[in-house]
């Protein structure tokens, strides 16, 4: 039995007209919109734990919102031992907001499972990781789109077995030495540099911090103390005390740099050997509140070129910026590596997003959108599409890039999207690129102050997006560093370009440190967005020789490409885990980015002619993968992922699997991207529906993660036992796959397990859409596609069959979504997706059986029920 622990509220607290609600345990939080909330307390929550906060959500039969995705909000302020917030830079499982430090948006009734708590109500869980040092937190539930009142009843905290760590967390600590650990900026001359962080220790007494403090001239040559409003001492320097008692372990350093002074050099150390002090986040890095874009901008709808004079005024400087011409440009090239060579066009047809061609107006409006697609929108408005076009008709593309900037003063988007961060760092580089061709080609001044005006205004936005650590964690902020970056390349004259320049290293270095750990693990699951890392790093270390930037950079990337190039299925194909834009043709994308270290033109196919054993792959994290390519059977692939579910609005696809024989894709994934799509299907693609994973009780999946406990060679084929806990801490799962070498058949199957009580599970198989499938039975299905057919026999090892569904299509209502699968953007294809039910008492396993004929369908059955899959079954 599992040993979660259920915690109840110490105390509870209400704001904006929330009160206890009718029954007891219940409370009633009104439709005021993010101020009425209720506040409930948990104590001793063990650290380093995965919980579940938990209540029965009962809404209002008039309440108009019912399928917004954002129906309300949970906040997590996440507290130490003496009652003081942490701030963390990054919780699994949750999401860094303003209200709260840390929370989850909750999905309308509409979006519910159908009768889970009875009519008018439903059963919410959260998943998170409790962080150390972190001994209680305080849930808000909080109003956001309601439109009637709601319930919360019976709130609960499930946390998992203290006596078991929490494994595969990507969560970095970042705990202080007396070894100083540096952070080098760019001081801005007569300007005072701001940094804003935490630190904690567990002797708030002994255990404080210190940050010493180092300048240094344009040569590099150190500036000796003292220096103004710091402290210096003969065995530290310039330092400054960090505190870590409660009321004043938040830290605020302004620093006043010394005239001469060009960089600073910060080092965050503990003052004794045995300190415990670390620092809870990456500090937030600002220049003074006048240089804000916000304060810059005022209330004014200023254009490019006004922009610019104020703030020349506000450095006391004049005239146009030079631009500098050949600033490489790296998310062009990373297009190019995904898209591969784009002719120059003088009068465009643009092609964005794999949407079809759309003539570009003479005069285009910027609000466009014909596809009724984000993707595309993104992409339209992040101009990308101007650096081609620049090749055939400078003086063309110059005019767009103006045209748009006058149609989009600062606060007044066309488009509210151009203001994503994809779209927002693309072209702040976009604009970095055409100043060069300004001063190579020498054009006039009205251009170049245009320009120049936007590209620093979107410099202004990305060092503030950068500093305040808002895309802390994700691609989206090695984007905006690479782009702010570009900006700074390009007009080394600004008055903080060297600024910028520094914090977008230090951004950098923070987004490959903290997306790819120095043992190869990926935080993010999506292989679409690791192989993108790992393109952006290969071309940042090209871009940047002889840096130690491009050192540590390429020490992380370099070593793990050819791994994740291993897992091409033989069509040239990544596994669809995670999120996975369409479009992509990934073997030309690895064949384009090993030829950047001078490999193979081509991706590497490691299989031989005629050979039909699973081709090896090299280790990746979260994932396990096996290939062959007959010419008698056709191609044949498997694929698993398994990575960390961390985000509360990521795809809830741990343990899916895709499965291909005989040159047919048999089952597939939901697939699709969650940041493109839009409503009910962007809800229904990141929901456990669109996988092929299997559920206890109605409790869909949530935060967790998973791990490969056993992989064992079997007589003929090999069985790989994966352990989550993903389902909460009251359940134990593990999903166990035989695969045959021949990758002719599978078994997939699932033990449960928890309380001595009734208990039911369900799981589900995406076959393609062009695969016809037709239930044979109570425990069988039959597919076909052409001439080739596949066998799909339920199995139960323990507890009882409920049958068998087959659901193709079935949209009517968002929260019931099923039978669909996303294969291109924007649109849901209508596919067979089979359902298989089971029910035991405190625990069940089974599965199916999927197998090309009833020779390969009595080989996999013979190796389940050998020995080594029973005791594999059992170590659960």
Not at 187 to 215: C, K
Not at 359 to 365: A, G
Not at 562 to 568: F, G, H
Not at 592 to 617: C, F, I, K, N, Q
């Amino acid at each position: 039995m599992p040993g979660a622990i259920r915690l109840l509220p110490v105390s509870a607290h209400y704001a904006g007209g929330a009160a206890v609600g009718a029954r007891e345990a219940h409370h009633r939080v009104p439709a005021k919109n993010r101020w009425s909330r209720v506040v409930l307390t948990f104590h001793d929550v063990a650290p380093e734990t995965w919980c579940a906060f938990g209540f029965q959500l009962s809404w209002d039969p008039e309440e108009q919102a019912l399928a917004a995705p954002d129906f309300l909000q949970v906040g997590f302020d996440l507290l130490a031992a003496d009652g003081g917030s942490l701030d963390f830079d990054h919780v699994p499982g949750l999401t860094r907001t303003l209200l709260d430090p840390q929370s989850a948006w909750i999905a309308g009734p509409a979006y519910q499972p159908a009768g889970s708590e009875g009519a008018g109500a439903s059963l919410v869980r959260v998943g998170f990781l409790m962080p150390d040092p972190a001994r209680a937190v305080a849930v808000s539930v909080r109003s956001w789109r309601n439109t009637a009142p709601f319930e919360v009843g019976r709130p609960d905290l499930l946390q998992g077995d203290p006596a078991e760590a929490a494994r595969g967390t990507a969560r970095r600590r970042r705990r202080l030495t007396p070894q100083p650990d540096w952070l080098d900026l760019a001081t801005v001359p007569g300007r005072p540099l701001i940094l804003r962080g935490q630190v904690h220790g567990a002797r708030p007494e002994r255990d404080g911090a210190m940050v010493r403090v180092v300048y240094r001239d344009g040569e590099g040559a150190e500036l000796p103390p003292p220096y103004p409003d710091l402290v210096s001492t003969p065995d530290f320097g310039a330092v400054v005390n960090l505190t870590a008692k409660r009321h004043a372990r938040r830290f605020t350093l302004e620093l006043a740099p010394p005239p001469g002074a060009a960089r600073v050099a910060l080092g965050f150390a503990t003052w004794e050997a045995d300190g415990a002090a670390e620092l809870l986040g990456a500090p937030e890095i600002a220049l003074d509140d006048a240089l804000r874009l916000e304060s810059l901008c005022g209330d004014d709808l200023l254009d490019a070129g006004a922009f610019l004079d104020r703030l020349g005024r506000e450095f006391g400087a004049g005239g146009l910026p030079i631009p500098a011409a050949g600033v490489p440009l790296i998310l062009d090239r990373l297009r190019a590596l995904q898209q591969g060579p784009r002719p120059a066009v003088g009068a465009p047809e643009l092609r964005l997003a794999a949407a079809p061609a759309w003539p570009l107006p003479l005069t285009p409006t910027w609000s466009e959108d014909p596809f009724r697609s984000v993707a595309w929108r993104i992409e339209y408005q992040s101009l990308a599409w101007l650096l081609p076009l620049a090749e055939a008709d400078g003086h063309r593309a110059v005019a767009l890039a103006r045209a748009w900037s006058k149609a989009n003063p600062w606060g007044r988007p066309t488009d509210g999207l151009g203001l994503h961060p994809v779209a927002l760092a693309g072209r702040a580089e976009v604009l970095a690129g055409l100043l060069g061709r300004l001063n190579a080609e020498a054009l006039r001044a009205e251009p170049l102050r245009t320009l120049a005006g936007e590209a620093l205004r979107h410099g202004f936005a990305l060092a503030e997006i950068i500093g305040q650590n808002t895309l802390a964690r994700s691609l989206h902020l090695v984007h905006a560093a690479t782009a702010l970056l570009a900006v700074a390349r390009a007009l080394p004259q600004a008055p903080l370009s060297d600024f910028w320049g520094s914090l977008a290293r230090h951004a950098l270095r923070e987004g490959f440190a903290s997306l790819l750990d120095a043992d190869g693990a990926f935080a993010d699951p999506s292989l679409h967005q690791r192989l993108e890392l790992l393109s952006l790093g290969r071309l940042l270390a090209a871009a940047l020789p002889d840096e130690p930037l491009a050192e540590f950079i390429a020490g992380r990337v370099e070593p793990v490409i050819p791994a994740v190039t291993s897992l091409l299925d033989p069509g040239g194909r990544l596994p669809p885990f995670g999120d996975a834009p369409h479009g992509i043709d990934h073997a030309g994308w690895i064949g384009r980015l090993l030829a950047l270290g001078d490999r193979a033109l081509v991706a590497e196919r490691p299989l031989a002619a005629g050979r039909a054993s699973p081709a090896p792959t090299r280790p990746v994290s979260g994932v396990i993968a096996a290939r062959s390519d007959s010419p008698a059977r056709g191609f044949g692939h498997f694929a698993s992922g398994f990575a960390e579910q961390r985000h509360p609005h990521g795809h809830a696809d741990c343990t899916s699997f895709v499965f291909a024989a005989e040159g047919v894709r048999w089952i597939v994934e939901g697939g699709g991207s969650g940041q493109v799509e839009t409503g009910a299907a962007r809800q229904y693609l990141i929901s456990p529906r669109a996988h092929n994973v299997a559920w206890p009780d109605g409790r869909e999946p949530g935060a967790g993660t998973g791990r490969l406990a056993a992989s064992e060679r079997l007589d003929g084929g090999t069985a790989y036992a994966l352990d989550t806990n993903v389902h909460g801490p009251e359940y134990r799962h593990r999903r166990l796959f035989v695969v045959l070498d021949d990758l002719t058949a599978l078994a997939v199957l699932d033990r449960f397990e928890t309380a001595d009580r009734p208990l039911a599970a369900e799981g589900l198989l995406h076959l393609a859409p062009d695969v016809l499938v037709a239930l044979a039975g109570p425990r069988l299905v039959l597919a076909s596609r052409e001439r080739q057919r596949l066998r799909i026999a339920l199995r139960v090892l323990r507890g009882q069959s409920c049958g068998l569904d087959l659901v193709s299509g079935r949209n009517d209502r968002p929260g019931a979504l099923q039978g669909f699968v996303s294969w291109r953007p924007g649109a849901l294809q209508p596919a067979s997706t089979l359902r298989y039910a089971m029910t035991g008492q405190g625990s069940l396993c089974g599965g199916a059986l999927v197998a090309v004929d009833e020779g390969r369908e009595r080989a996999l059955a013979a190796l389940v029920a050998g020995d080594a899959v029973t005791r594999l079954l059992a170590e659960v």
